[in-house]
């Protein structure tokens, strides 16, 4: 890559993406930052008229999306770095999500995601390589009451990046799942629809909001360093927790399923296959 690289990020406009696209600034790098709405850019990209391009996009339009990576790759030249961030929350138990709210989630959530990487291989390809950063949750491992359907979509996308990771390697191009910890992004508010809540749900949803807390995690722009720096590395992991709280979870969880698993190791063992 060139001293001076190109970064396509995703939901750049706020949370995590806005923090990704503001460091990757800061280190004299250029950034095509694509949003639904671009107007929270406006005063970055006067603080950085030549190096930040506003590009407004829903990447649930898969037409739209192949389209809008036509115009960021043409903007600086190429693309080097693509911060696959764009998402949303659908807040709720999975008996009250309506089809229409599943199908909008799972189309910004999954779909989007899928439709920017297949729109931006090409252009990587050209380049000789790049970075594809797919941003999921440290959560993404198992299905959580009231965010069953944000699972779910993360889950999804960790399971397509990890094949999709072996299948562009040979070109030079380097998949990462990033799962990202809880930080203060607005997503619980702004970027979030909830479920109309059924009251035979309403002492789990109680006992669900207690544990959330309110404590909304620490500033994005703390991740952002991570990220720049998983971004330069010339052999990055396929998986990376990005926060050290998350990090010791993820970790439990994965304990905890494996001790769920060899408690019915007996029952397993049954059956040949």
């Known amino acids: 890559m060139t001293h001076e690289r190109v970064w396509l990020i995703t939901g750049a406009s706020r949370g995590l993406g806005r923090a990704f696209a503001e460091a990757a600034l ?7 930052a694509a949003a639904r709405h671009v107007e929270p850019l406006e005063e970055l990209t006067r603080t950085y008229p ?10 649930s339009d898969r037409q739209a999306v192949f389209d809008g990576v036509e115009r960021a790759a043409a903007a600086f030249g190429g693309l080097d770095i693509v911060v696959n961030n764009a ?5 709720g138990m999975v008996e ?34 790049g970075r594809l950063l797919q941003i999921t949750s440290m959560g993404s491992g198992g299905g959580m009451a009231t965010v069953g359907f944000y699972g779910a979509g993360k889950a999804a996308l960790d399971s397509v990046s990890e094949a999709l ?4 390697e040979g070109f030079g191009i380097k998949v990462t ?9 607005g997503l619980f508010t702004t970027g979030t629809t909830a479920t109309e809540p059924l009251a035979r749900y309403g002492p789990l949803r109680t ?8 404590d909304a995690g620490p500033e994005p722009g703390t991740a952002a360093p991570v990220v720049r720096e998983l971004a330069a590395l010339p052999d990055p992991p396929r998986r990376l927790i990005v926060g050290s709280r998350s990090f010791d979870q993820v970790l439990e969880m994965g304990r905890a399923r494996a001790d769920l698993y060899r408690s019915w190791e007996h029952l397993s063992r049954i059956a040949p296959g």
């Open 87 to 91: 998402g949303a929350m659908l807040y």
């Open 26 to 32: 800061a280190g004299g790098d250029r950034v095509v």
């Open 50 to 59: 030549d190096h930040l391009i506003p590009l407004t996009l829903d990447v």
């Open 177 to 185: 799942v990033v799962q990202m910890g809880g930080y203060d992004t």
């Open 207 to 214: 006992e669900m909001e207690a544990m959330w807390g309110d």
């Open 165 to 168: 990771a072996a299948e562009v």
């Open 96 to 129: 009250e999500a309506t089809e229409e709210q599943i199908r909008a989630h799972m189309d910004v959530n999954f779909f989007g995601a899928v439709w920017v990487a297949q729109a931006v291989l090409p252009h990587l390809r050209a380049r000789g390589g």
